[in-house]
């Protein structure tokens, strides 16, 4: 079991990837959010040692309304729940290739979780008045 400093080593990275990939995806600024919750969930997760799991949560009509300035034009369900796996995959890809001990070539794919498998506590960001919280965990 890791440790709350350990686990800070992978958060940092994670987060840092989550807010270059949204400010990059919809061109704008990527701001702090508190107290962030949603009714749709998805995690991914990459093997190593440790393994790293992503964990994201967010409301879907703000996620739907993001869909709609990155890709310009308004999303059905599917789209909205591919749009946040999309999101996993270029936060996670991208941030384990400098994570220590993992394996970059074992991305999982992203699947949808019910909002009661994502545990407590996480960081929080917003953009285009989308915002969503990103917990990060070690198995």
């Given at each position: 079991m890791a440790d709350d400093r350990k686990v800070d080593d992978y958060r940092l990275p994670v987060?840092?990837?989550?807010?270059?990939?949204?400010?990059?995806l919809c061109g704008q600024?990527?701001?702090?959010?508190?107290?962030?919750?949603?009714?749709?969930?998805?995690v991914i997760e990459v093997a190593g040692?440790?393994?790293?799991?992503v964990?994201?949560?967010v409301e879907s009509r703000a996620l739907a309304?993001?869909?709609e300035v990155a890709m310009g034009f308004e999303p059905d369900d599917h789209d909205v729940v591919d749009f946040l796996g999309e999101l996993a995959n270029q936060t996670l890809g991208p941030a384990a290739l400098n994570l220590p001990?993992?394996?970059?070539t074992?991305?999982?794919?992203p699947r949808s979780v019910s909002r009661e498998e994502?545990?407590?506590g996480g960081d929080s960001v917003e953009v285009s008045g989308c915002s969503m919280r990103v917990v990060v965990g070690l198995f």
């Open positions: 987060m840092a990837a989550c807010r270059y990939a949204l400010a990059t600024p990527v701001h702090s959010a508190f107290g962030v919750s949603g009714d749709l969930a998805t040692q440790p393994g790293v799991r964990w994201m949560q309304g993001l869909y001990g993992v394996e970059p074992r991305l999982s794919l994502v545990p407590e």
